[in-house]
């Protein structure tokens, strides 16, 4: 999903404003190719590290998923780890000093000691980690306008600004969603958490309460969703439709769901519609080649 999203981001928002304004960009199609790349092992990287860390968890929570030590030893899911993560640091400089703007190194760095720092101490802490996580998911958007947008920005390149604000939108939209899945997914983990002394939000308030703030978590995205449409899509009805068929109706069916959850089953049919929603809100740039015309 994070090689789609970036490659929607490239393709069907940012070449059509190319096109049609004569923005200028950094960042051509080996450069991006690196961009792509790096991210997806810094990525791969921080789902190893997680792993490790999760192995007494997932076994409680997920048995038939577990890798770890099942199919790979610890020794070489470290070793991965470390591989992955200086291939993709190392990228990340690489491209920095590519588009001659070397402090955009530290966006790999910091994504990378997230994952790192995320896995270790704070996905046992109340809150801390799910916002953590979802800013790094966010960041997986915005590092595509921040490496191909902002090097070759410009007082007089206003279209620059214009994409640079509909990609931190789409960043927005996928911390809000993965913001509240990271909680649904507290939620449906919670026996195998509380079983290794993690202090996530339903073991620290109990389940109902985590619950009732996770309702109230996903009012958010929807009522955003709804206020971008009223204010930035109004006049392209079949940018509209899409939305509010496939981004409005699920979060609404979503909202219901939460609302009347009580056991895993019902958390883990959430935690997938929420993969979904985000799935086809990003999806929706590709219909803005078709707007642009």
């Known amino acids: 999903m994070i090689a789609l999203v970036q490659i929607l981001i490239k393709y069907a928002l940012i070449e059509p404003f190319i096109e049609i304004h004569g ?3 950094t960042l051509k199609s080996f450069g991006f190719t690196v961009l792509v790349f790096a991210t997806l092992c810094i990525a791969a990287a921080g789902y190893i590290i997680n792993d490790i860390y ?10 038939n998923k577990v890798i770890i030590n099942k199919h790979i030893s610890e020794k070489d899911g470290y070793t991965y780890f470390m591989l992955l993560n200086v291939i993709g640091v190392g990228l990340g400089f690489y491209l920095s000093h590519l588009v001659n703007y070397s402090s955009l190194f530290v966006v790999f ?9 995320y896995s270790t101490a704070l996905k046992q802490m109340f809150l801390i980690g799910n916002i953590v ?20 920005m410009t007082a007089f390149n206003v279209s620059n600004i214009t994409i640079l604000e509909i990609i931190r939108d789409y960043a927005i ?12 997914k507290d939620i449906e983990d919670i026996n195998g958490d509380h079983k290794v002394g993690m202090q996530t939000m339903p073991i620290v308030l109990g389940r109902d309460r985590a619950n009732k703030i996770a309702f109230v978590l996903s009012l958010i995205p929807l009522f955003a969703v709804v206020y971008y ?3 930035s899509l109004y006049t392209q009805q079949f940018l509209v439709a899409y939305f ?49 015309k």
């Open 133 to 152: 996580i979802s800013i790094v998911v966010a960041l997986s958007i915005l590092v595509v306008g921040i490496f191909d947008l902002i090097p070759s």
């Open 173 to 184: 939209f996928a911390f809000l969603i993965n913001l509240l899945r990271e909680v649904i």
């Open 54 to 63: 999760d192995i007494d968890t997932d076994k409680v929570n997920k048995s």
């Open 109 to 117: 760095f910091i994504s990378s000691a997230l994952l790192y720092i």
């Open 229 to 231: 449409i009223v204010t």
């Open 244 to 292: 509010l068929v496939f981004v409005v109706a699920p979060l609404i069916y979503i909202t219901i769901k939460i609302f009347s959850a009580e056991q895993q089953s019902h958390y883990k049919h959430i935690s997938l519609m929420l993969k979904l929603v985000m799935l086809s809100g990003m999806l929706s740039m590709s219909l803005y080649p078709f707007i642009l």
């Open 23 to 25: 923005i200028s960009v």
